[in-house]
Nanobody, 122 residues
Framework: VQLQASGGGLVQAGDSLKLSCTVS????????MGWFRQAPGKERDFVAS????????YYADSVKGRFVISRDNAKNTVYLQMNSLEPEDTAVYYC????????????????WGRGTLVTVSS
């Protein structure tokens, strides 16, 4: 399974950005998909996840109310709409997939893509 994240860039605080992650696996629709992020010198942290059918989503407290995760199974793509960005959101963002229930654990996700860098200036 190959995952390719895109959409990162340099923005100012308060701006919005939308990340995309396209999955090569034709069984994408059965995967729970998640977004994680890793700031310089820090561990990789959970950001958000969405169930296989897009009905159930879960967010880290730090992004709740600002970020929205969604998916389009017809396009094998998961999105992360990021609004009201803050300098603390600066990180490399990764998408990941797993078969099974919601999890915030990095080691629960078996398929990872290369990250995309988001930099938020103050």
């Amino acid at each position: 399974v190959q995952l390719q994240a895109s959409g990162g860039g340099l923005v100012q605080a308060g701006d919005s950005l939308k990340l995309s992650c396209t999955v090569s696996d034709h069984t994408f629709s059965i995967y729970r998909m998640g977004w994680f992020r890793q700031a310089p010198g820090k561990e990789r942290d959970f950001v958000a996840s969405v169930s296989w059918n897009g009905v159930d989503s879960y967010y880290a407290d730090s992004v709740k109310g600002r970020f929205v995760i969604s998916r389009d199974n017809a396009k094998n793509t998961v999105y992360l709409q990021m609004n009201s960005l803050e300098p603390e959101d600066t990180a490399v963002y990764y998408c990941a997939g797993r078969r099974g229930a919601q999890s915030t654990r990095v080691d629960a996700y078996g398929s990872w893509g290369r990250g995309t860098l988001v930099t938020v200036s103050s």
